[in-house]
């Protein structure tokens, strides 16, 4: 069984803080590693992805992977209230672009 | 730029009755099709993906069905809604060189 693992939360972040998140995997073959943001209610929104090993930032978010470790993880710097949501970490899982969710993180910025 | 839509955006349904989803993708051409159930407070489930035209493949044993009867159009249906089909159905797309995965605003789903 492929499984993603996160922490269901929620985090309690300070405006202005990083809110740092994790994700591990069970797959090592996967390949190909995905954040998403999910507002309450809404449908998720890819905020980020990474392939290689290390560090990819995108504005104020910073992904990062370790394939020998089997962790990703997503840094958000200066968070802001309306990074309240749930990230959802994702896992490629096979050649056929399926992808593997975890149940994600629920964030809450407060001011 | 590409565009998914999906419809109903909300819909009530007895148990029993039929159920007939529907997404449509613009601005790309031969992608591969999802389909996810989203359970209240739960992860994504994948529930059927889709490479091509007419080609299904099933994740869950249940009692909905799907179908890509053109290329950019795929359909989630049911012939008897059960109360655990209750839910948020997302579909999303995706390029055939990439694994990214891009979202529809979803259909919610009250089965009462």
């Known amino acids: 069984q492929k499984e993603v693992e996160q922490n269901s939360g929620p985090l309690s972040v300070p405006e202005g803080a990083i809110a740092s998140l994790n994700c591990t995997y069970s797959d090592r073959g996967s390949q190909s590693f995905f954040w998403y943001r999910q507002y309450s209610g809404k449908s998720p929104e890819l905020i980020m992805f990474i392939y290689s090993n290390g560090d990819k930032e995108d504005g104020r978010f910073t992904a990062q992977l370790n394939k020998a470790s089997q962790y990703v993880s997503l840094l958000i710097r200066d968070s802001q209230p309306s990074d309240s949501a749930t990230y959802l970490c994702?896992?490629?899982?096979?050649?056929?672009?399926?992808?593997?969710f975890g149940a994600g993180t629920q964030v809450v910025v407060t001011p | 730029s590409q565009t998914i839509h999906q419809w109903p955006a909300t819909l009530v349904q007895p148990v029993g009755s039929p159920l007939s989803l529907e997404c449509t993708v613009e601005g790309t051409s031969n992608p591969n099709l999802y389909w996810y159930r989203q359970a209240a407070g739960r992860g994504l489930q994948l529930l059927f993906y889709s490479v091509g035209i007419g080609q299904i493949s099933s994740e869950v044993p249940q009692n909905l069905s799907a179908s890509r009867p053109q290329d950019r159009q795929f359909i989630l249906s049911s012939k008897k809604l059960l109360l655990s089909d209750s839910g948020f159905y997302l579909c999303a797309w995706s390029g055939k060189s990439s694994y990214e995965q891009y979202f529809g605003p979803g259909t919610r789903l009250t089965v009462t």
């Open positions: 994702a896992a490629s899982t096979d050649s056929w672009g399926k992808l593997q």
